[in-house]
């Protein structure tokens, strides 16, 4: 069982910055692929960023590239979002997902392997 719990959501005004922290316990946090993913009122979760296991390979959804940068630190079993440049638009609940195998596929699927609470992050004219 792995527990995922996010931090670092909040207001943040168009243009402004926040970094999003995703801490992991439980069993190997270098065994899970790891990723972002985001719901906007009203709309369907879509998927923001992925990490590899190492964190040597990264991949975005084009609404977010350039903006945002993904990273994990496996000593610290955390992962991070580091989202810049900030639009209204990004206003959503951010999810943190973990899967074995990837997680952009098994969302797909609809079976990710664990997912977290989610943190608000709203986005201020």
């Known amino acids: 069982q792995v527990q995922l719990v996010e931090s670092g959501g909040g207001l943040v005004q168009a243009g402004g910055s926040l970094r999003l922290s995703c801490a992991a316990s439980?069993?190997?946090?270098?065994?899970?692929?790891m990723g972002w993913f985001r719901q906007a009122p009203g709309k369907e979760r879509e998927f923001v960023a992925a990490i590899s296991r190492t964190g040597g390979r990264t991949d975005y959804a084009d609404s977010v590239k350039g903006r945002f940068t993904i990273s994990r630190d496996n000593a610290k079993n955390t992962v991070y979002l580091q989202m810049n440049s900030l639009k209204p638009e990004d206003t959503a609940v951010y999810y943190c997902a973990a899967d074995v195998d990837g997680v952009v596929a098994a969302n797909k699927r609809g079976d990710i392997d664990y997912w977290g609470k989610g943190t608000l992050v709203t986005v201020s004219l």
């Open positions: 439980g069993r190997a946090f270098s065994n899970y692929v």
